[in-house]
């Protein structure tokens, strides 16, 4: 089975837009959890415009289920925030200051030897590694050689083609799963994935372990339900 994990970043983005604490961020990735998500991740970045570095103390203390913290390990202060927490997993993901979103994954062969070191530092604090990346071999095989037990395919370039061709839209990304299952690295994918793109991309990755989505979900949430929109993105998954 392929795990969901609920991106929260956008109840965090609603809740500071008037400050207090409604939407409760907690509460909601507590919800997410009651609704059958098996995960909850966050993406904080430097200018807490969404998650704020208190809200992963206290996600941490109140959830049950996977916890995931993506974001930048060039920053230092993340770094503390991640082996504070002890989470899960820690996606590391390649952002400038400032970015609105993710958007593109690391060049693991420029980085490898900096990769290296932040996989170990994050392994030695129990906590398991995904690196974000393009589905290009290259790059998979150099992030095998850091040393994480993960990676996380970028599928932003698969959603903006699924409409056109998704044959065409899905291919390389087979290829990277098949790359992955033979180098032994357990595979999540993230960015852009929703209703309309996700069954199709489920079946046809080998050993898909993980997807974490949440502008999509959360935006499904305002018209259908937050319950029904986490249900209806695990059938998508699982029927």
Not at 36 to 53: C, K, L, S
Not at 83 to 108: C, F, M, R, Y
Request: net charge negative; hydrophobic share 40%.
């Amino acid at each position: 089975m392929t795990k969901l994990s609920v991106n929260i970043n956008k109840i965090a983005t609603l809740r500071n837009s008037r400050g207090g604490n409604n939407p409760d961020l907690v509460k909601v990735a507590m919800d997410c959890e009651r609704f059958g998500a098996e995960g909850i991740t966050v993406h904080p970045r430097p200018d807490e415009r969404h998650i704020r570095y208190q809200d992963t103390f206290d996600l941490k203390a109140a959830i049950s289920t996977e916890f995931n913290i993506e974001g930048n390990c060039r920053e230092q202060k993340f770094v503390d925030l991640v082996l504070a927490n002890k989470p899960a997993q820690v996606t590391l993901v390649p952002d400038a200051e400032g970015q609105i979103t993710s958007n593109h994954g690391w060049d693991t062969i420029k980085h490898q030897d900096y990769l290296k070191e932040m996989v170990s530092i994050f392994q030695l604090a129990g906590i398991r590694v995904s690196i974000f990346i393009d589905p290009v071999r290259e790059m998979i095989e150099a992030a095998k050689t850091t040393g994480t037990e993960r990676i996380e395919l970028y599928t932003e370039a698969y959603a903006a083609n699924y409409p056109k061709d998704p044959v065409t839209a899905i291919a390389p990304y087979i290829q990277a799963a098949h790359t992955a299952n033979k180098l032994g690295l357990g595979i999540n994918a993230g960015h852009d994935l929703d209703l309309q793109n996700l069954k199709y991309f489920a079946e046809n990755i080998p050993n898909l372990l993980e997807v974490s989505i949440g502008h999509a979900l959360i935006s499904d949430a305002l018209y259908l339900g937050l319950e029904n929109t986490v249900q209806m993105y695990l059938r998508q998954l699982n029927d």
